[in-house]
């Protein structure tokens, strides 16, 4: 459109542009990005489950976010814009209504003047076209139109909000209602307990709204919410590293606690006790799990939420890590009929992800896989999950009694924890079943001595132990930011030094004799901390015939050690300085993750 109409929308086409499609979904097939049985399967999903064909493709992982965007900007000849590095300055995001980007899902990212560029997230939005023509009319603006990402889009708006500014509205709010509560009191009566609380559970309701919803924009695994003396902190767990986000009065702890105690279906009343609960939200495209923990400490109940992604599905083995000669191990004892497969690593190390990623794989219909887990974290379609409930008598022992008398071809035990789980687990592997569960030692080979410290004989080790996985997590380097850098001599020494020995396959590509750093210089994708997201590192143990005799013959550990390294295990430090050589994470989060 003209320039001079200075009351436009336009799209920034290109020149002869390609005639367009009659559907995206003709678009892709002809493409050949989609099969037509795909697409058909996929469009009926849709319809099912209510969604959007582009929800649909994402699910299904067929492309990334940013893949499938730019395929929509191709087709509908829009420019496709990333803002996930983008810094957006406030003073162009405050141009346009705030309640208006948020219903509309669009944003401004520049504005010369003249021109205002704004990225939209769903071009078939007839409203949202209709809302940028009247702010062009009514601001004399030219509107030029750009295709983003829901990510870019929720970074770009991210950086718009202040959250201590957020809760202190709120925290204006409650003020100001009590104020007028203190004044009625005066003039009335002091019947207005129940009033008050219903008054006030809206600004409450905001802050509790406020926390979780930058908990989900910041990636935090986990939200904590602890009483102070004098105050109540608000900390996020972002990439497994816990960080101040907040400091409010500590007069809203008993409100915010019982606000999220009325989510979780929890009793308020109870202060003495500790309780778990959970409950479910939906923010945005994200379907949101949290896991509910409350412990009472001498300043009040602290409260501990776990975030659990529903929409993110079940990660790969490879997209946890597991690679090379590793990941062909466990694929092989996978494929076993019968024995058992032990995960092992402290609390928060991943084990649990890293089992429901095997339970994924080899979950079909021909298969009863039945879950004993504490508690259940995800949601398998097609998987019988159940969960321990001490206090009632239901232990990982009672339950695996029971699992066993329903006909499983596949058992999942969240942890053995003593002698009678572990006896148990084992004949259920013996017995022709496949078991999965995990326990708390600091390498592979250290499972073996803490089996025979719950009184399992090593024989029915031997008869029953498929392979043995440890590991840890490490942040990973941010894709949009890392660069390379030479490694200095007395790093490259050491590194050199501890894969010397280590086979290629488990190398994955690293240069050993030129070996190189990255580093993260951060960037607006990762709030600047140069990391984004967690990734593991790990060593295989799998029961060949030298190291069966070896456990037999009660050997110890460290031969044990020796003799799966003389095999070619690589070891949790040197998987890990694999992936420094490939710029996946860096040497300090290595150390600091396998230091003893």
Known sequence: M??????????????NAPQIHSGFEDYLLQKGLVTSEGINKLSI????????????????????????????????????VDLRGQIVPREILTLMPQNSIANYRFVPFAFDGKVLRV?????????????LEFFAQKKHFIVEIYLTS????????????????????????????????????????????????????????????????????????DIHIEPGEHDLR???????ILQSSLVVPRSVHLAVVSRIK????????????????????????????????????????????????????????????????????????????HG???????????????????????????????TLEDPVEYYIEGINQSQVKPEIGMTFSSGLRSILRQDP??????????????????????????????????????????????????FLIVASLNVVVAQRLVRRLCNDCKKSEPMPPEAARLVQKELANVPADELMGANLKEPKLYRGAGCGACNNAGYKGRIGIFEVLPMTKPIQEMILEKQGVSKIFAQAQKEGMATMKQDGYAKVLTGVTTIEEVLRSTKE
């Open 2 to 15: 003209a320039e001079d109409n200075p009351t436009t929308v336009r799209s920034e086409t290109t020149p």
């Open 150 to 221: 829901l990510s870019g889009f929720q970074h770009a708006i991210s950086q718009s909000k202040d959250i201590a500014g957020e809760v202190g509205v709120a925290l204006e709010d409650i003020a100001r209602k009590e104020k007028e509560f203190q004044e009625k009191r005066l003039k009335e009566s002091e019947k207005t307990s129940v009033v008050e609380r219903s008054i006030l559970q809206a600004p409450i309701s905001k802050i509790v709204d406020v926390i979780i919803r930058h908990a989900i924009e910041e990636r935090a695994s």
């Open 409 to 458: 071809n596949i058992i999942m035990v969240g942890e053995i924890r003593d002698s009678e789980t572990a006896e148990l687990a084992v004949h259920a592997a013996l017995t022709g079943h496949l078991v999965f569960s995990t326990l708390h030692t600091n390498d592979a080979s250290g499972a073996l001595p803490r089996l025979i410290d719950m009184k399992i004989d090593p």
């Open 45 to 80: 999903s849709a319809r099912q489950s209510d969604e959007t064909l582009v929800d649909a493709l994402l699910s299904a992982k067929l492309f990334s976010e940013e893949e499938l965007v730019k395929h929509q900007s191709d087709y509908f000849h829009l420019p496709y």
């Open 262 to 337: 009325i989510l979780s279906n929890l009793k308020i009343d109870e202060q003495r006790l500790p309780q778990d609960g959970r409950f479910h939200m939906q923010i945005d495209r994200t379907s949101v799990d949290f896991r509910v923990s409350t412990l009472p400490t001498v300043n009040g109940e602290k409260i501990v939420l776990r975030i659990l992604d529903k929409t993110s599905g079940v990660p790969t083995l490879k997209d946890l890590g597991v690679w090379g000669l590793k990941l062909r191990i466990v694929e092989e004892n996978l494929k076993k009929p």
């Open 234 to 240: 608000v900390r996020y767990r972002i990439d497994g």
């Open 340 to 370: 058992m497969m032990l995960v092992t690593g402290p609390t928060g190390s991943g084990k649990s992800t890293t089992l429901y990623s095997v339970l994924n794989k080899l979950n079909r219909i021909g298969v009863n896989i039945i």
């Open 119 to 131: 990225a939209l997230t769903n071009p078939t939005d007839l409203r949202a076209l209709e809302a």
